[in-house]
């Protein structure tokens, strides 16, 4: 077949395979990488991994100061119990343990209400809404018992411990007028203070 005078010689004709050498050279083009986009990768590389390190290091500083944030909390705990009195079947223990019992947990949210905890407040000089406060006062009755326990929760150990026994106090005052008599004979059951609050010295949280 004749040659194709305006044809490349090095161009292979139709049907024509790349010579060795033209193979070679094309496999080396298709796996060299230019310096400039090797470059470019690198560079990328590490910005990415910058951005991650100060992402990191963000977060445990955000979170560190979130918990840092919280406030130190003590706690003061008080116990009373209630005992029957003023009724003509006071000491009839049958006609007023049973009774007592079923009354208790009735005593318990008074403990909070805001008939005891507004005067409470003002006596131990503690700031806030008694809806508020109350959510740091927790009230609770042991099983079989007439005990209450009542724990106040607040930043400040002395107020804490000030706001517990100013509770007591004032619920020990109120009570008769509270509470309903128990009984057909006058009885009503007169809470008693078992153990005072003494101002915490070890905080329950602190910063946490």
Do not use: C
């Not at 700031?127 to 009542?150: C, F, M, R, Y």
């Not at 809470?191 to 005072?196: A, E, H, K, Q």
């Amino acid at each position: 077949m004749p040659l194709n005078p305006n044809r490349p010689a090095t161009e292979p004709t139709a049907g024509e395979k790349p010579s060795s050498n033209e193979g070679d050279l094309m496999s080396e083009k298709a796996h060299h990488i230019e310096p400039s986009m090797a470059s470019g990768w690198l560079r990328a590389l590490r910005q990415n991994i910058v951005w991650v390190a100060v992402l990191t290091v963000l977060g445990a500083g955000a979170g560190a100061g979130a918990s840092l944030a919280q406030p130190t909390s003590y706690e003061a705990s008080t116990q009373m119990m209630l005992l029957p009195v003023n009724g003509k079947d006071a000491g009839d223990v049958n006609s007023t343990a049973g009774v007592a019992q079923s009354m208790i947990s009735s005593y318990a949210q008074a403990v909070t209400s805001d008939s005891v905890l507004a005067p409470a407040a003002a006596t131990a000089h503690v700031e806030g809404i008694t809806s508020k406060l109350a959510k740091d006062i927790t009230v609770t009755v042991p099983s079989g018992t007439v005990v209450l326990n009542v724990v106040v929760k607040n930043a400040d150990a002395k107020k804490a411990a000030d706001l517990a026994n100013a509770i007591d106090t004032e619920f020990v005052k109120q009570a008769p007028q509270l509470m309903p008599r128990i009984t057909a004979g006058g009885t009503i059951l007169q809470p008693t203070i078992l153990r005072p609050a003494s101002t915490p010295t070890t905080p329950v949280s602190l910063g946490t």
